[in-house]
């Protein structure tokens, strides 16, 4: 079945610090791709997305390519900020049988970011 | 934001006994989900909804029910509460777009 797999965490780095978190996924044709990020005490936001090949999506600094030559969606922000500290989700987009889609989700990677 | 609320927010219970968690959205959405946040698992599908009285089961339905009888509303039911079922709940809800949109989480405690 389709998975997405993301590096583990926890990533610590300075404010200013290049930020990159791979995501890969195993899916059948060419679904579309999340990321999301969830703060503190709360639920999950949409961050950005790509529906197909070669799309960039991007959003508050983040950006993320679908490349289908290495099934890869990875996450990346040229200059991290102490208030990016959160967890990121990778995830794709699965149909389902009855209508509607489902997200199916990496385990999560956490990011501190220090002063 | 969306309109999503959960109920209860927090909750600690004792293993064997009922518990329901409430899903209220005032975006008339047709896709309601309820998913279980674990650590090292993610977020994990339980049941999902397509419609009021259509609903049908994720990859971790195993003592869990749900029900819909209005649109507004999904329910999570746990029957039997055990050790297990420990975790943080999240409600989401879909106009079919692809994005979902996700509430604040109940924190279930079983003791």
């Known amino acids: 079945g389709n998975s997405v797999t993301q590096m583990e965490g926890p990533v610590t780095l300075s404010e200013e610090a290049f930020l990159t978190i791979n995501c890969t996924y195993t899916?059948?044709?060419?679904?579309?791709l999340f990321w999301y990020v969830q703060y503190p005490g709360e639920g999950l936001q949409l961050l950005l997305k790509a529906t197909k090949a070669d799309d960039k999506g991007s959003n508050k600094g983040f950006e993320a390519t679908y490349r289908k030559e290495t099934t890869s969606f990875h996450l990346e922000k040229g200059s991290v900020q102490v208030s990016d500290s959160a967890v990121y989700f990778c995830a794709l987009l699965n149909i389902l049988t009855g209508g509607g889609n489902k997200l199916t989700f990496g385990t999560g990677t956490q990011l501190k970011v220090e002063l | 934001d969306a309109g999503i609320t959960q109920s209860p927010r927090h909750k600690v219970t004792e293993t064997g006994t009922p518990v329901t968690l409430r899903c209220h959205q005032t975006?008339?959405?047709?896709?309601m989900y309820w998913y279980r946040q674990d650590p090292g698992h993610g977020l994990r599908l339980i049941h999902y909804s397509y419609g009021v009285k259509d609903t049908d089961k994720g990859e971790v339905s195993d003592g869990y029910s749900v029900s819909r009888s209005k649109t507004e509303d999904f329910l999570l039911t746990l029957e039997s509460a055990t050790s297990s079922q420990t975790s943080v709940y999240f409600c989401?809800?879909?106009?079919?777009?692809?994005?979902?949109?996700f509430g604040e989480g109940s924190r279930l405690t079983v003791l």
């Open positions: 899916a059948t044709g060419y679904p579309s």
């Open positions: 975006e008339n959405h047709r896709y």
């Open positions: 989401a809800i879909s106009a079919g777009t692809g994005e979902l949109f």
